[in-house]
């Protein structure tokens, strides 16, 4: 029994947080949310051993999960270069990148259902290609995205963290992440953006 029920521990943990990056259903949303808080397994000796995960990253949240982006959660510049990392997405995810934080755009740019974009992307077509094939231009996709995640950068060129002049440079760092997001190819290895150059 405890042989099943670790296999089972183990399964959940590798297989809902990719359907879960992917938003493929609430449920594993919230399971992935309630596997990742506590895992309590029961040793041999019969007490019960106890492994809390942290939640999200530095911006509150800002981790894999489903929704974990919250740009107006950005208070620091550390945070916004790891959004804009972030925006590049997961290439353990194929294609998908895990296109859960930015599903709201897709769904406003490209007007087709969660299942069809993954049908297509199944198919072997990055973002860019479904966009073409429904008479969309890539470029649309990419502003849009963009659009979506720069109150962090208005957030801190208001507060006074980073000037005008940086807010324009995150400001391109992000179009060149979501740029590399929506046209990726399958093979190109995730730039990493470390900030500013000095």
Not at 56 to 81: H, K, N
Not at 146 to 166: C, H, K, T, Y
Not at 167 to 185: C, G, H, I, P, T
Request: hydrophobic share 40%; aromatic share 4%.
């Amino acid at each position: 029994m405890k042989l099943r029920t670790t296999l089972a521990a183990v399964l959940l943990t590798a297989v809902v947080p990719i359907a879960a990056a992917c938003g493929t259903t609430a449920e594993a949303a919230s399971t992935t949310t309630s596997a990742s808080t506590s895992t309590s397994s029961t040793t041999d000796t019969g007490t019960t051993a106890e492994d809390t995960a942290p939640q999200g990253g530095p911006a509150g949240g800002m981790g894999g999960g489903p929704g974990a982006v919250d740009v107006s959660a950005v208070t620091t510049e550390e945070q916004l270069v790891e959004l804009i990392q972030q925006a590049y997405g997961d290439a353990g995810l194929d294609l998908h990148r895990g296109h859960q934080p930015v599903q709201d755009v897709l769904d406003e740019v490209l007007t087709i259902s969660h299942d069809e974009l993954h049908v297509r992307m199944d198919a072997g077509q990055n973002l860019a290609a479904v966009a073409e094939d429904l008479g969309i231009d890539p470029q649309t996709l990419v502003d849009a995205l963009v659009e979506s995640w720069s109150p962090a950068i208005d957030g801190l060129l208001d507060s006074g963290v980073i000037a005008e002049d940086e807010a324009e440079q995150y400001r391109a760092a992000l179009e060149e992440a979501f740029s590399f997001r929506v046209n990726w190819d399958g093979e190109e290895g995730t730039p990493t953006y470390t900030g500013l150059d000095a």
